[in-house]
Nanobody, 125 residues
Framework: QVQLVESGGGLVQAGDSLRLSCAGS????????KGWFRQAPGKEREFVAA????????SYADSVKGRFTISRDNAKNTVYLQMNSLKPEDTAVYYC??????????????????WGQGTQVTVSS
């Protein structure tokens, strides 16, 4: 069984940066596709970024391209989301996800079996 625990969220001002971490336990995540999703109040969960376990290829939502970077540290069994130039519209609960059945950087939340509990990111204007 895989457990994912996010951390690093908080309250920041527009233009600031945050780095989210997602630590895995129970299994090694090195052969799992990993992604970040977010959900704002009253909205559906949306894709943010994903990384392929095999090729390391990264995929980003258009809204975060150039500002956010997904990375992984297999030795620490952790995936990160570096968020720069934050905007108020980035305010949401951020979730990490992982799945061993896919190798691609999938933007489809139904592709992922394992999810963390989420961490709140609030960006004030």
């Amino acid at each position: 069984q895989v457990q994912l625990v996010e951390s690093g969220g908080g309250l920041v001002q527009a233009g600031d940066s945050l780095r989210l971490s997602c630590a895995g336990s129970g299994r090694t995540l090195s052969t799992y596709a990993k992604g970040w999703f977010r959900q704002a109040p009253g909205k559906e969960r949306e894709f943010v970024a994903a990384i392929s376990w095999s090729s390391g290829r990264r995929s980003y939502a258009d809204s975060v391209k150039g500002r956010f970077t997904i990375s992984r540290d297999n030795a620490k069994n952790t995936v990160y989301l570096q968020m720069n130039s934050l905007k108020p519209e980035d305010t949401a609960v951020y979730y990490c996800a992982a799945d061993p059945r896919i190798s691609a950087a999938s933007d489809d939340p139904t592709s992922y079996e394992y999810w963390g509990q989420g961490t709140q990111v609030t960006v004030s204007s």
